[in-house]
């Protein structure tokens, strides 16, 4: 449950619409709810202003379904990460309007009625198909946050001119997340081409030295470009997550 959501329930409250004690039976389950092998946390939408996500590695399919199906029940949105194959077709099967990306192992189920408003400009950019997984889950993220999303893959250092092509996109963004593998030069490359924040993102791909990631996580970590962050490997959602509290923050300043 999100603050517009409170609000509207206050309002019906407020009308006549719906009785204190049925207001009270929607909000007795904050600030969490436990449900044995989990304590979710309804109230984060509040604190944060997004719901808490699933993250789904090691989790059972009916953990998952049971997660899922309590915050649906809240009016939350539902964002699974991680997702194996078995349990991201349960969620479809038991939510028909669920949005599966397969690539990103991501499921997002949007409250019944919700409208997407999605603004500004978060550009993911990536160097390789390979990282294609990891973009796919920040584009999603941010997307399911709502900013406008565009992505821009396969623009590695290798061919450096295919990135240039698109300088003025990545110009207009308001934030860029950039992933990348290998040794994960991309990263400083945008950040010396833009004044936007750049969240940068090491992905495990790569030969031996790469050591899964390590080598593009150090250079990262290392850039000399000014106003590059560095997430962790692999770590889409905690890329598309930050990009999204920067274009949305953007947004409200400009309002």
Do not use: W
């Not at 009625?113 to 990891?134: H, I």
């Not at 110009?171 to 010396?192: F, K, Q, Y």
């Amino acid at each position: 449950m999100d603050r517009r959501s409170i609000e509207h329930l206050l309002r019906q409250v407020a009308g006549g619409q719906v009785s204190a004690e049925e207001a009270l039976h929607q909000l007795q389950t904050l600030p969490f709810e436990d449900i044995g092998f989990a304590r979710i946390d309804h109230h984060r939408a509040l604190r944060k202003g997004y719901p808490e996500t699933i993250f789904c590695q090691g989790k059972t399919t009916p953990q998952i379904l049971a997660i899922a199906q309590r915050l649906a029940a809240s009016g939350s949105l539902v964002l699974a990460t991680r997702l194996a194959s078995e349990a991201a077709q349960a969620l479809v099967r038991e939510f028909p309007e669920a949005e599966y990306d397969e690539l990103a192992r991501v499921v997002l189920i949007r409250p019944s009625g919700s409208q997407v408003e999605e603004e500004g400009l978060v550009v993911v950019a990536s160097a390789g198909t390979a990282d294609l997984p990891v973009a796919r889950e920040a584009m999603i993220t941010a997307r399911a946050m709502g900013a406008k999303v565009e992505g821009i893959f396969d623009v590695g250092v290798a061919g450096i001119h295919r990135l240039l092509a698109y300088a003025e996109k990545l110009r207009s963004a308001r934030a860029v997340v950039v992933v990348a593998g290998m040794e994960g030069a991309l990263a400083s490359v945008v950040g010396g081409l833009v004044d936007a924040p750049v969240v940068a993102v090491p992905t495990s791909v790569g030969y031996g030295a790469s050591f899964n990631g390590l080598s593009a996580l150090l250079t990262m970590l290392n850039s000399c470009a000014s106003g590059v962050v560095v997430v962790n490997i692999d770590n889409g959602f905690g890329a598309g997550y930050t990009a999204a509290l920067i274009n949305n923050r953007t947004r409200s300043s400009q309002e």
